[in-house]
Each structure stands twice: as structure tokens, then as C-alpha cells.
């Protein structure tokens, strides 16, 4: 599996939780994701779109998303509401927004969309098959958590 | 000292605000977008904006202020998860002042206010 394009996103995971939430969370083993396999109870998307196309998207059951952002804002979430569901959308966009910046010395050179953010009990999100989605596990005290990529060049480097 | 903050997400506005407040700045206003803010910039002193935003995008949005015949001298200050040198390059070739990579720590963004106003 090449992995040059996934440690930036896992690096700006760990960067945009332990900065605005104050959790630590632990990488797991990365692995390919498969039908139906792995579910959320909300989740953020980013396009990213230019020489090099795909998805982020962060995926995390609701106990933990509103520990994430009752962290984030110092205030209690007790449910999801449109406060969680923007600040989703908000981690999705600093987890793409941050690896970016060093997948453009890679050759991935694109611009990210505004965020999408789903929200339904054990929700499941489908991308095309031509490239593989990789998942990247996380483990904080709350429970897991995961971040899905899917990244292609779409113009070859020389 | 009056402060406007610029940012589609109410998240991000809130911990912005929050931290201004902390840092003992509390006249702040907030828009949800640069063409909001448009109508919101008299008698402000340091603007925060977000670049990706619907309706009028942060770059649009301060090439409009650097346009204009009354606001064109007011710091700005760029928060956006845009990270990539290009990205920065390009926004302060449009006349942003200083520039911010979400996410941020309060410490960082003291740092550049203290940055503008000095000048």
C-alpha cells in the first residue's frame, strides 16, 4: 500500500484534535475499507479536487463527537446538534486543510471544498470504486474513531 | 480596539471570539461571509477572515477592502486551514497583513495582533 499520501492526513488529525479539543488520539492500523463495513452516527466530508481528486472524510460515533466539541468550545454537548454538526464539518476541514499543505511538496496539488456533514445513526459512506479508501483508525479514552481518504493524481508528475 | 471576525462555521467564530475575550480584546462582531462583512467594517481596527467561504470568499473579500476608498488601510488578518505556501503566497500578494493556519493556539494568535498593530 502506498502510504506517502495517507501521514499527512494522519498527521493533521492528531494536529487539529490536540490543538482545539485537547485529545490525544492514537493511530491504529490503517486498512482498506469494504462494503458497509464501518459505520458512524456522524460524519464530515471534504472534496478535494485539481491535479489530484478525492475524499476526507472524518467518521465518529456521537459519544465522542460531543466530547470532541463540547472540548472544543468548553461547553457541554448533550446532543447533536447544528453546533456539533458545524463543528465537524470545521475538523473536517482543518484535517484536509492540513495536509494540503504537504501534499503539494508531494505532487498531490489541489484545492478542498467547503465540508459536508452527515448525520443518521450507524450512516455508512460509499465513494467510487476506481481508487481504493483507506481508513485511518483512531482510539481516544472515549472510544474509536475513524478518518477515510481517498486521494488519486488525476495529471502525472514528471 | 474593534475586531470583526469572518467565518462561515459559527464554530470557528465562537472560538475565535473566545479567545479574543481572553486575551482582553471584547469588542468584537462577527460575519458569516466576506460580502456580510462588507457592510460591517466601520470603525473596525483588526479584521480575522476565513478564505473558503460561500457567497464572497476571503481573498475576494480582501482584494474588496484593499479596493476601497475607506477601509483599505485596516490590518487583516487571514485564519484559514489552507496551509499550502502557494495558498499563503497568493493571499498576501492580495493584501493580507498576517496569516493564520487553523488550527491555532491563543499564543499564536496574540502574537499576530501584536504583529499588526505595531506596524
Given at each position: 500500500m502506498n502510504v506517502e499520501y495517507i501521514n499527512p492526513f494522519i498527521k493533521s488529525t492528531i494536529n487539529a484534535l490536540s490543538t482545539m479539543a485537547f485529545v490525544n488520539p492514537q493511530r491504529s492500523k490503517l486498512y482498506i475499507k469494504t462494503d458497509f463495513e464501518q459505520t458512524s452516527d456522524i460524519s464530515g466530508t471534504i472534496g478535494l479536487a485539481g491535479e489530484a481528486t478525492g475524499f476526507v472524510t472524518i467518521n465518529f460515533p456521537e459519544k465522542i463527537a460531543l466530547t470532541i466539541v463540547s472540548n472544543m468550545l468548553g461547553e457541554q454537548m448533550k446532543n447533536i446538534t447544528p453546533v456539533v454538526k458545524d463543528a465537524v464539518g470545521e475538523i473536517a476541514n482543518m484535517i484536509a486543510g492540513g495536509a494540503k499543505g504537504e501534499l503539494i511538496e508531494k505532487g498531490y496539488s489541489f484545492k478542498i471544498s467547503l465540508p459536508v456533514v452527515s448525520i443518521g445513526k450507524n450512516h455508512y459512506t460509499n465513494y467510487a470504486k476506481e481508487n481504493p479508501c483507506i481508513v485511518i483508525p483512531f482510539i481516544i479514552p472515549e472510544g474509536e474513531f475513524t478518518v477515510d481518504v481517498v486521494l488519486s493524481r488525476t495529471v502525472n508528475i514528471a | 480596539m474593534k475586531f470583526i471576525v469572518i467565518d462561515d462555521s459559527s464554530t470557528m467564530r465562537r472560538i475565535i471570539c473566545n479567545t479574543l475575550e481572553r486575551l482582553g480584546y471584547d469588542d468584537v462582531i462577527e460575519a458569516e461571509n466576506g460580502l456580510e462583512a462588507l457592510g460591517k467594517l466601520?470603525?473596525?481596527?483588526v479584521i480575522f477572515t476565513d478564505w473558503n467561504?460561500?457567497?464572497?470568499d476571503g481573498l475576494t473579500f480582501v482584494k474588496s477592502v484593499r479596493a476601497s476608498q475607506s477601509f483599505s488601510t485596516i490590518p487583516i488578518i487571514m485564519i484559514t486551514t489552507e496551509s499550502g505556501k502557494p495558498d499563503i503566497i497568493e493571499a498576501l500578494e492580495a493584501g493580507v497583513n498576517n496569516y493564520i493556519v487553523k488550527p491555532f493556539t491563543p499564543e499564536i494568535l496574540r502574537e499576530k495582533i501584536e504583529k499588526v498593530l505595531r506596524k
Amino acid at each position: 500500500m502506498n502510504v506517502e499520501y495517507i501521514n499527512p492526513f494522519i498527521k493533521s488529525t492528531i494536529n487539529a484534535l490536540s490543538t482545539m479539543a485537547f485529545v490525544n488520539p492514537q493511530r491504529s492500523k490503517l486498512y482498506i475499507k469494504t462494503d458497509f463495513e464501518q459505520t458512524s452516527d456522524i460524519s464530515g466530508t471534504i472534496g478535494l479536487a485539481g491535479e489530484a481528486t478525492g475524499f476526507v472524510t472524518i467518521n465518529f460515533p456521537e459519544k465522542i463527537a460531543l466530547t470532541i466539541v463540547s472540548n472544543m468550545l468548553g461547553e457541554q454537548m448533550k446532543n447533536i446538534t447544528p453546533v456539533v454538526k458545524d463543528a465537524v464539518g470545521e475538523i473536517a476541514n482543518m484535517i484536509a486543510g492540513g495536509a494540503k499543505g504537504e501534499l503539494i511538496e508531494k505532487g498531490y496539488s489541489f484545492k478542498i471544498s467547503l465540508p459536508v456533514v452527515s448525520i443518521g445513526k450507524n450512516h455508512y459512506t460509499n465513494y467510487a470504486k476506481e481508487n481504493p479508501c483507506i481508513v485511518i483508525p483512531f482510539i481516544i479514552p472515549e472510544g474509536e474513531f475513524t478518518v477515510d481518504v481517498v486521494l488519486s493524481r488525476t495529471v502525472n508528475i514528471a | 480596539m474593534k475586531f470583526i471576525v469572518i467565518d462561515d462555521s459559527s464554530t470557528m467564530r465562537r472560538i475565535i471570539c473566545n479567545t479574543l475575550e481572553r486575551l482582553g480584546y471584547d469588542d468584537v462582531i462577527e460575519a458569516e461571509n466576506g460580502l456580510e462583512a462588507l457592510g460591517k467594517l466601520r470603525d473596525i481596527d483588526v479584521i480575522f477572515t476565513d478564505w473558503n467561504m460561500p457567497e464572497m470568499d476571503g481573498l475576494t473579500f480582501v482584494k474588496s477592502v484593499r479596493a476601497s476608498q475607506s477601509f483599505s488601510t485596516i490590518p487583516i488578518i487571514m485564519i484559514t486551514t489552507e496551509s499550502g505556501k502557494p495558498d499563503i503566497i497568493e493571499a498576501l500578494e492580495a493584501g493580507v497583513n498576517n496569516y493564520i493556519v487553523k488550527p491555532f493556539t491563543p499564543e499564536i494568535l496574540r502574537e499576530k495582533i501584536e504583529k499588526v498593530l505595531r506596524k
